[in-house]
């Protein structure tokens, strides 16, 4: 797995996010993420991506299964407490 911590993400939206953490989990990979405003700036507003590898291309999905997302969640979190 790539260390991505620190870079910055763009959405089909057109959304920039900055990957603050990483894990794999299952088999797959996902970022802890912040939404960056209109000036590149960090935000408040926080999501968890997964990555999938799919015909050569590398797609970056919001999560919003509730159980996947509490486990994550749980996981960052205690990475967070554990480093502070």
Same mark, same amino acid.
Request: charged fraction near 25%.
């Given at each position: 797995?790539?260390?991505?911590?620190?870079?910055?993400?763009? @959405?089909?939206?057109?959304?920039?996010?900055?990957?603050?953490?990483?894990c794999n989990y299952d088999n797959k990979c996902y970022f802890f993420v912040s @939404? @960056?405003?209109?000036?590149?700036? @960090?935000?408040?507003?926080?999501?968890?991506?997964e990555e999938i590898h799919q015909d050569n291309k590398t797609i970056v999905t919001i999560v919003k299964d509730q159980q996947l997302l509490d486990s994550l969640t749980n996981y960052f979190k205690n990475r967070i407490e554990n480093d502070i």
């Open positions: 797995m790539e260390n991505k911590i620190a870079k910055i993400i763009n @959405l089909s939206n057109n959304q920039k996010y900055m990957i603050m953490d990483q @939404l @960056l405003d209109e000036n590149g700036n @960090l935000t408040e507003k926080f999501s968890i991506l």
